[in-house]
């Protein structure tokens, strides 16, 4: 059974910064991608960034320059470092991970989310 704990959601000023982090457990062939997602009240939930398995990163606009992705290949787990954060980033926070099985199947699997509030 595949796993995802998120950590690191919290209430910051805007301007400040905060790190999610979300470790993967479970029995995959491989990981295909890992990624944070976001969703605010009454809106759709979006891609923040995504990593890929051979490292290659992609953003969403509104965070490009302000949030880096990273991941430990070694823990199975992804980061997100999120620096001048702005009220509008405030939303729930979604770990997703992309695994090929050993059946061969490409499959996703979501986390519960941790909460970032931007607020002074």
């Known amino acids: 059974q595949v796993q995802l704990v998120e950590s690191g959601g919290d209430l910051v000023q805007p301007g400040g910064s905060l790190r999610l982090s979300c470790a993967a457990s479970?029995?995959?062939?491989?990981?295909?991608?890992m990624g944070w997602y976001r969703q605010a009240p009454g809106t759709q939930r979006e891609m923040v960034a995504v990593?890929?398995?051979?490292?290659?990163?992609a953003y969403a606009d509104s965070v490009r320059g302000r949030f880096t992705i990273s991941r430990d290949y070694a823990k199975d787990t992804v980061y997100l470092q999120m620096n001048s954060l702005k009220p509008e980033d405030t939303a729930v926070y979604y770990c997703?991970?992309?695994?090929?099985?050993?059946?061969?199947?490409?499959?996703?699997?979501w986390g519960k989310g941790t909460l970032v509030t931007v607020s002074s």
């Open positions: 479970g029995s995959w062939n491989r990981i295909r991608a």
């Open positions: 990593i890929a398995s051979g490292g290659g990163t």
């Open positions: 997703r991970l992309d695994v090929r099985t050993y059946q061969r199947d490409d499959v996703s699997y």
